[in-house]
């Protein structure tokens, strides 16, 4: 059936005129009431419903098959419409004249203008828009209900049964309402629609949770703590976004930061003070961990020093006792006297102590083993010797005596003249000093040439100030040999020797200093 809208509906009331009369219908067209309140649409007498080629009024339901439209071929009167194959009423009243003193109502048909069937007052042809409902009439009252009660065309205006303050049994600000009519019926609206929640302890997007998703938090912040602690991210707590420590204190550890919280960094060393190796070579390679830069480092405990006799790579260069030119060696008389039974104390003569200790640095030093110069005192009360590096050379006392006379292999009386006169011939064969003998047998001595050392002049009161009794009368002595050593370490920085004297005329002496 053609549908009718709802505000133009018109009811009969029980025992209500039945009768309409269709005004404008084609005449013998009329259909009277029966079973069925709808008209049936004329058909030819024997004539069947045409049945409508494929694609000519059929209805494809999308399977392929072709369904009757059951209106083809229909033609219904004037103020009729075709549905489902029945003529009915057109509800709009398009097609249909009434007379005069009729009206024609949507669905109805053609109605008296002076017919008052609900008997409210109020006619048809007075504007009563559903003279079947009593309720329904000009300036009536309008109520909720989806129909137009007043006639004005417009149902439930005014916002019929609504204004009182409700509550709609949502959560947060959409609890509060206010009544309104809306589709016919009065319900309660709320005042106040879901909102975007927000941090303020309240429901705003009126789902029952307050706060929820952490609103305005999120973001980095700073606590205000110190170090570490500092680290904040902003979180929504008790309806207000406050800035909450993400990082707890913890124990300081070696990274550069202030882990526990306490104002400073990396303090008291941490992960420090184990040995360690510091991957470089000799004494520079013993270290010690410590925490240096947000860093654990390996420090070594030892810096580089000049090379000493000691089987240690004092300089760090990865070689051991390398170029040592002179070892010093606190001994004993007890030791020397082992080596030659001459050297027994500082009032040994000087050849047996020099025999000795020539022999005490070829079995002891590593470093400079070929010959050695002392006794002398280094301050400990104990006799040191000085192993220097030269070249033993076996010799002659006529060549010595040839290159300072006279030497002629009394040591004792000539110890000096033999020592000028070793010095000399060591520098005619090349070499920068020497000294001797060291050994002597016969008419034969050996000698140590050195191509090491500096000469120097000083005076024997020079000396005799390092050491007293070391004087021009006895410039090759174990009191000069003294004297020497302090002179010439005192000149390297502890680190040297010397021996001498080589040559001596007029208060003057010549020492050879070695080291440093």
């Known amino acids: 059936m053609v549908a009718v ?37 004329p058909m030819e007498s024997g004539t069947p419903t045409p049945v409508p080629p494929p694609g000519d009024g059929g209805v494809d339901a999308g399977d392929g098959d072709v369904t009757m439209d059951p209106c083809f071929g229909v033609t219904c009167p004037a103020g009729r419409v075709c549905n489902e194959g029945v003529c009915e009423l057109d509800g709009t009243c398009v097609g249909i004249s009434c007379m005069s003193t009729e009206i024609c109502v949507p669905g109805r048909g053609c109605i008296p203008l002076a017919v008052d069937e609900d008997g409210d007052g109020a006619t ?31 149902a439930d205006e005014g916002d019929p049964g609504g204004g009182a303050m409700c509550n709609t049994g949502m959560s947060g600000p959409c609890g509060p309402g206010v009544q309104r009519c809306t589709r016919g019926e009065v319900t309660c609206v709320a005042a106040m629609p879901p909102g975007t929640e927000r941090c303020n302890g309240e429901d705003d997007d009126c789902d029952g949770m307050t706060d929820e998703g952490n609103p305005g938090g999120g973001g980095t912040c700073a606590t205000g703590m110190q170090g570490a602690c500092g680290m904040g991210e902003q979180r929504c707590q008790g309806g207000t976004v406050s800035c909450v420590q993400t990082t707890m204190a913890r124990t300081e550890t070696c990274d550069g930061r202030d882990d526990d919280c306490d104002g400073a960094t990396d303090e008291d060393d941490p992960g420090g003070g184990g040995m360690c190796s510091t991957g470089m070579a000799g004494r520079c390679a013993e270290g010690v961990s410590h925490c240096r830069g947000g860093a654990i480092a390996c420090e070594q405990l030892r810096m580089p ?7 240690e790579d004092d300089d760090c260069d990865g070689a051991t006792d ?17 080596h030659h039974d001459g050297c027994t104390g500082f009032g040994s003569r000087v050849d047996a102590c020099a025999s000795a200790i020539h022999r005490l640095c070829a079995a002891e030093s590593t470093c400079a083993p070929t010959a050695g110069v002392g006794p002398f005192d280094t301050g400990s009360g104990r006799p040191s010797v000085a192993c220097i590096s030269g070249a033993s050379m076996h010799v002659s006392f006529a060549d010595l005596s040839g290159a300072q006379p006279p030497c002629d292999g009394d040591g004792v009386a000539h110890l000096d003249v033999c020592w000028s006169a070793a010095h000399r011939l060591c520098q005619m064969r090349g070499h920068r000093s020497g000294y001797g003998p060291i050994e002597h047998s016969g008419g034969e001595a050996d000698i140590v040439c050195v191509g090491i050392g500096e000469i120097v002049e000083v005076p024997f009161s020079t000396l005799g100030g390092f050491h007293p009794g070391c004087d021009e009368s006895v410039a090759v002595s174990l009191a000069c040999n003294t004297a020497i050593h302090r002179f010439c370490a005192g000149r390297m920085g502890g680190r040297g020797s010397g021996y001498g004297a080589i040559e001596h005329s007029a208060g003057m002496a010549y020492v050879v200093c070695v080291g440093g």
């Open 305 to 311: 020093e000049a090379e000493t006799c000691n089987r």
């Open 322 to 338: 390398e170029d040592i030119d002179v070892h010093v060696i606190e001994t004993t008389f007890a030791t020397l006297a082992g």
């Open 124 to 154: 048809v042809g007075g504007g009563d828009c559903d003279d079947r409902d009593p309720n329904v009439r000009p300036m009536a009252p309008e109520r909720c209900n989806a129909i137009d009660d007043d006639c004005d065309g417009d």
């Open 5 to 41: 809208p709802h505000a133009e509906r018109v009811r009969f009331a029980t025992g209500a005129l039945v009768a309409v009369t269709l005004a404008g219908c084609a005449a013998g067209n009329t259909t009277p009431a029966t079973g069925d309140a709808r008209p049936q649409p």
